[in-house]
Protein backbone atom coordinates (compact mmCIF):
# COMPACT_ATOMS: atom_id res chain seq x y z
CA UNK A 1 0.00 0.00 0.00
CA UNK A 2 1.74 3.50 -0.95
CA UNK A 3 0.68 5.28 2.51
CA UNK A 4 2.96 2.67 4.26
CA UNK A 5 5.74 4.14 1.85
CA UNK A 6 4.66 7.25 1.97
CA UNK A 7 3.08 7.72 5.87
CA UNK A 8 4.24 4.31 7.36
CA UNK A 9 2.36 3.86 10.64
CA UNK A 10 3.14 1.79 13.89
CA UNK A 11 2.94 1.45 17.79
CA UNK A 12 4.71 3.91 20.22
CA UNK A 13 5.21 3.47 23.47
CA UNK A 14 7.05 4.97 25.56
CA UNK A 15 10.74 4.03 27.80
CA UNK A 16 11.90 5.19 30.56
CA UNK A 17 15.68 5.04 31.81
CA UNK A 18 15.37 2.93 35.61
CA UNK A 19 18.23 2.68 38.05
CA UNK A 20 18.76 -0.11 40.11
CA UNK A 21 20.20 1.09 43.17
CA UNK A 22 22.86 -0.75 45.00
CA UNK A 23 24.93 0.80 47.81
CA UNK A 24 28.78 0.87 47.45
CA UNK A 25 29.52 -0.68 50.60
CA UNK A 26 27.74 -3.08 52.90
CA UNK A 27 26.15 -2.29 56.18
CA UNK A 28 22.74 -1.69 58.25
CA UNK A 29 20.50 0.74 57.02
CA UNK A 30 19.68 3.54 59.69
CA UNK A 31 17.05 6.17 57.77
CA UNK A 32 14.99 5.85 54.95
CA UNK A 33 13.56 9.59 54.03
CA UNK A 34 11.94 8.95 50.87
CA UNK A 35 8.32 7.89 49.87
CA UNK A 36 7.11 5.55 46.83
CA UNK A 37 6.58 8.07 43.72
CA UNK A 38 7.89 11.39 45.74
CA UNK A 39 9.58 13.61 43.42
CA UNK A 40 12.88 13.33 43.76
CA UNK A 41 15.79 16.29 42.48
CA UNK A 42 19.36 14.68 41.77
CA UNK A 43 21.26 14.54 45.30
CA UNK A 44 18.72 13.94 47.15
CA UNK A 45 18.92 11.13 50.16
CA UNK A 46 17.31 7.86 49.42
CA UNK A 47 18.50 6.19 52.55
CA UNK A 48 21.49 6.18 55.00
CA UNK A 49 23.89 3.26 56.53
CA UNK A 50 24.99 3.20 59.21
CA UNK A 51 28.51 5.49 59.43
CA UNK A 52 29.91 4.62 62.43
CA UNK A 53 31.99 1.46 61.42
CA UNK A 54 33.61 4.05 57.97
CA UNK A 55 34.16 6.70 60.75
CA UNK A 56 36.41 4.60 62.53
CA UNK A 57 38.26 3.45 59.60
CA UNK A 58 39.12 7.12 58.79
CA UNK A 59 40.18 7.83 62.01
CA UNK A 60 42.19 5.06 62.37
CA UNK A 61 43.65 5.74 59.10
CA UNK A 62 44.22 9.39 59.90
CA UNK A 63 46.27 8.57 63.12
CA UNK A 64 48.68 6.45 61.18
CA UNK A 65 49.21 8.46 58.70
CA UNK A 66 49.71 11.50 60.74
CA UNK A 67 52.52 9.07 62.87
CA UNK A 68 53.96 7.98 59.24
CA UNK A 69 54.10 11.59 58.21
CA UNK A 70 56.11 12.71 61.31
CA UNK A 71 58.12 9.29 60.75
CA UNK A 72 59.37 10.44 57.64
CA UNK A 73 60.23 13.98 58.44
CA UNK A 74 62.81 12.25 61.26
CA UNK A 75 64.13 9.95 59.30
CA UNK A 76 64.60 12.93 55.93
CA UNK A 77 66.36 14.56 59.04
CA UNK A 78 68.68 12.18 60.16
CA UNK A 79 69.29 10.94 56.80
CA UNK A 80 70.53 15.00 55.83
CA UNK A 81 72.41 14.84 58.74
CA UNK A 82 74.08 11.60 57.67
CA UNK A 83 73.25 9.52 61.12
CA UNK A 84 69.87 8.04 59.24
CA UNK A 85 69.77 5.26 56.22
CA UNK A 86 68.26 6.30 53.13
CA UNK A 87 66.28 2.66 53.61
CA UNK A 88 64.50 4.29 56.63
CA UNK A 89 63.91 7.07 54.35
CA UNK A 90 62.17 5.09 51.57
CA UNK A 91 60.00 2.83 53.92
CA UNK A 92 58.43 5.61 55.50
CA UNK A 93 57.63 6.89 51.57
CA UNK A 94 56.49 4.05 50.67
CA UNK A 95 54.20 3.71 54.12
CA UNK A 96 53.05 7.42 53.81
CA UNK A 97 51.77 6.85 50.08
CA UNK A 98 50.01 3.35 51.31
CA UNK A 99 48.35 4.84 53.85
CA UNK A 100 46.73 7.70 52.00
CA UNK A 101 45.52 5.65 49.29
CA UNK A 102 43.99 4.09 52.16
CA UNK A 103 42.51 6.69 53.76
CA UNK A 104 41.33 7.75 50.40
CA UNK A 105 39.03 4.48 49.85
CA UNK A 106 37.55 4.95 53.79
CA UNK A 107 36.79 8.20 53.16
CA UNK A 108 34.98 7.09 49.86
CA UNK A 109 33.45 4.22 51.66
CA UNK A 110 32.38 6.65 54.54
CA UNK A 111 30.70 8.98 51.97
CA UNK A 112 29.12 5.99 50.59
CA UNK A 113 27.01 5.59 53.44
CA UNK A 114 24.35 8.23 52.21
CA UNK A 115 22.74 7.09 49.30
CA UNK A 116 21.79 9.57 46.96
CA UNK A 117 19.84 9.88 44.04
CA UNK A 118 21.61 9.42 40.67
CA UNK A 119 19.22 12.49 38.63
CA UNK A 120 15.69 14.01 38.53
CA UNK A 121 12.92 11.14 39.13
CA UNK A 122 10.93 8.65 41.84
CA UNK A 123 11.48 6.14 43.16
CA UNK A 124 9.32 2.79 43.08
CA UNK A 125 9.47 -0.66 44.60
CA UNK A 126 10.47 0.61 47.47
CA UNK A 127 10.58 -2.43 50.53
CA UNK A 128 13.48 -1.42 52.25
CA UNK A 129 13.20 -0.08 55.94
CA UNK A 130 15.95 0.94 59.04
CA UNK A 131 17.60 -1.91 60.16
CA UNK A 132 17.74 -3.74 56.48
CA UNK A 133 21.01 -5.32 56.21
CA UNK A 134 22.36 -4.01 52.57
CA UNK A 135 25.60 -5.21 50.53
CA UNK A 136 27.23 -4.06 47.61
CA UNK A 137 26.07 -7.30 45.74
CA UNK A 138 25.29 -6.39 41.54
CA UNK A 139 22.70 -9.88 41.95
CA UNK A 140 19.96 -7.26 43.14
CA UNK A 141 19.00 -4.08 43.88
CA UNK A 142 17.32 -2.12 46.84
CA UNK A 143 15.72 0.45 45.69
CA UNK A 144 14.54 1.10 41.56
CA UNK A 145 14.91 4.82 40.45
CA UNK A 146 13.22 6.17 37.40
CA UNK A 147 14.98 8.90 35.84
CA UNK A 148 11.94 11.21 34.75
CA UNK A 149 13.87 13.38 32.47
CA UNK A 150 15.42 10.37 30.39
CA UNK A 151 12.84 8.98 28.35
CA UNK A 152 12.60 7.78 24.58
CA UNK A 153 9.46 7.35 21.94
CA UNK A 154 9.79 4.46 19.68
CA UNK A 155 7.57 3.62 16.94
CA UNK A 156 7.46 0.10 15.22
CA UNK A 157 8.21 0.33 11.42
CA UNK A 158 7.09 -2.43 9.39
CA UNK A 159 10.09 -4.27 7.45
CA UNK A 160 8.57 -3.22 3.99
CA UNK A 161 8.73 0.26 4.89
CA UNK A 162 11.70 1.05 6.44
CA UNK A 163 13.79 1.92 4.06
CA UNK A 164 11.62 5.34 2.96
CA UNK A 165 13.05 6.53 7.12
CA UNK A 166 15.60 9.06 7.40
CA UNK A 167 16.62 11.05 10.65
CA UNK A 168 15.10 14.38 10.78
CA UNK A 169 11.88 13.38 9.18
CA UNK A 170 8.91 14.67 10.99
CA UNK A 171 6.35 12.40 12.19
CA UNK A 172 3.08 12.99 14.65
CA UNK A 173 2.07 10.67 17.64
CA UNK A 174 -0.89 10.23 19.49
CA UNK A 175 -1.63 8.19 22.83
CA UNK A 176 -4.21 6.28 24.67
CA UNK A 177 -3.48 8.68 28.04
CA UNK A 178 -4.01 11.98 26.06
CA UNK A 179 -7.03 11.59 23.94
CA UNK A 180 -7.65 13.83 21.42
CA UNK A 181 -4.29 14.93 21.19
CA UNK A 182 -2.12 14.57 18.53
CA UNK A 183 2.03 15.94 19.17
CA UNK A 184 4.43 16.59 16.99
CA UNK A 185 7.60 14.88 16.48
CA UNK A 186 10.63 13.84 14.53
CA UNK A 187 13.13 10.81 13.98
CA UNK A 188 15.74 10.91 15.99
CA UNK A 189 17.32 7.62 15.27
CA UNK A 190 16.55 4.35 13.26
CA UNK A 191 17.79 1.35 15.10
CA UNK A 192 19.33 -1.33 12.80
CA UNK A 193 18.27 -4.77 14.54
CA UNK A 194 15.76 -6.74 16.00
CA UNK A 195 15.60 -8.99 18.90
CA UNK A 196 15.51 -11.96 16.33
CA UNK A 197 18.80 -10.56 14.82
CA UNK A 198 21.01 -10.48 17.65
CA UNK A 199 23.08 -13.28 18.95
CA UNK A 200 23.71 -14.26 22.75
CA UNK A 201 27.31 -15.36 24.08
CA UNK A 202 25.22 -17.94 25.66
CA UNK A 203 26.62 -21.36 24.14
CA UNK A 204 23.22 -21.67 22.54
CA UNK A 205 22.78 -22.74 18.63
CA UNK A 206 20.00 -20.46 17.34
CA UNK A 207 17.34 -21.53 15.52
CA UNK A 208 17.20 -21.87 11.67
CA UNK A 209 14.49 -19.32 10.19
CA UNK A 210 11.36 -20.81 8.83
CA UNK A 211 9.00 -19.65 6.63
CA UNK A 212 6.69 -19.41 9.79
CA UNK A 213 8.70 -16.68 11.26
CA UNK A 214 7.32 -13.09 11.44
CA UNK A 215 9.18 -10.07 10.26
CA UNK A 216 9.59 -8.15 13.42
CA UNK A 217 9.21 -4.32 12.66
CA UNK A 218 12.54 -2.46 13.25
CA UNK A 219 11.93 0.15 16.34
CA UNK A 220 12.40 3.84 15.41
CA UNK A 221 13.60 6.79 18.44
CA UNK A 222 11.26 10.14 17.77
CA UNK A 223 11.46 13.06 19.70
CA UNK A 224 8.56 14.72 20.72
CA UNK A 225 8.67 18.29 19.49
CA UNK A 226 5.69 18.92 22.14
CA UNK A 227 5.41 19.50 25.76
CA UNK A 228 2.87 16.86 27.37
CA UNK A 229 0.65 18.86 29.00
CA UNK A 230 0.02 18.42 33.10
CA UNK A 231 -3.72 17.82 33.38
CA UNK A 232 -3.37 14.80 35.56
CA UNK A 233 -4.03 14.22 39.20
CA UNK A 234 -1.23 11.71 39.73
CA UNK A 235 1.91 12.85 40.69
CA UNK A 236 4.19 9.88 39.09
CA UNK A 237 2.31 11.33 35.92
CA UNK A 238 2.94 14.97 36.45
CA UNK A 239 6.44 15.02 37.05
CA UNK A 240 6.79 13.08 33.75
CA UNK A 241 4.94 16.05 32.01
CA UNK A 242 1.98 13.47 31.31
CA UNK A 243 3.95 10.70 29.85
CA UNK A 244 5.42 7.89 31.90
CA UNK A 245 7.04 5.12 30.62
CA UNK A 246 4.81 2.45 28.97
CA UNK A 247 2.98 5.06 27.56
CA UNK A 248 1.18 3.21 24.71
CA UNK A 249 -0.20 5.11 21.22
CA UNK A 250 -0.13 5.07 17.53
CA UNK A 251 2.28 7.13 15.62
CA UNK A 252 3.38 8.21 11.61
CA UNK A 253 6.10 9.06 9.65
CA UNK A 254 6.12 11.51 6.58
CA UNK A 255 8.56 10.38 4.40
CA UNK A 256 9.72 12.05 1.39
CA UNK A 257 8.16 9.14 -1.20
CA UNK A 258 4.78 9.31 -2.12
CA UNK A 259 3.85 12.25 -0.53
CA UNK A 260 0.46 12.78 -1.27
CA UNK A 261 -0.79 10.34 1.17
CA UNK A 262 0.38 12.57 4.03
CA UNK A 263 -3.20 13.72 4.56
CA UNK A 264 -5.21 10.88 4.29
CA UNK A 265 -2.66 9.70 7.82
CA UNK A 266 -2.84 12.47 9.36
CA UNK A 267 -6.66 12.24 9.23
CA UNK A 268 -6.24 8.96 10.27
CA UNK A 269 -4.62 9.67 13.26
CA UNK A 270 -6.53 11.93 14.42
CA UNK A 271 -9.61 9.88 13.84
CA UNK A 272 -7.64 7.68 16.33
CA UNK A 273 -6.55 10.13 18.34
CA UNK A 274 -10.87 10.68 19.22
CA UNK A 275 -11.41 7.14 19.33
CA UNK A 276 -8.95 6.75 22.19
CA UNK A 277 -12.04 8.53 24.23
CA UNK A 278 -13.49 5.20 24.28
CA UNK A 279 -11.71 2.28 23.29
CA UNK A 280 -9.13 1.16 25.63
Do not use: C
Not at 54 to 78: G, H, I, P, Y
Amino acid sequence: MPMQWGAPGGTTNNYQYLVEITPNITGQVTEVPVKPLQPLKKGDVLFKIEPRPFQAAVDKLEANLKLSTANLQRARQLYARKVGSKLDVDKFTAEVGKLAAELDAARYDLESTVVRAPGDGYVTGLSLYPGHRVGKFIVRSYISFVISNKQKVAIGINQNAIRHIRIGQAAEVTFKLQPGKVFNAKVEAIIPITKTGHLLPNGDIPLAPTALDKALPYSVVLKLEDIMPNDTEFEALSINHGLPGGAYGIGAIYTDSVTSTHIIRKVMLRMTAWMNYILP
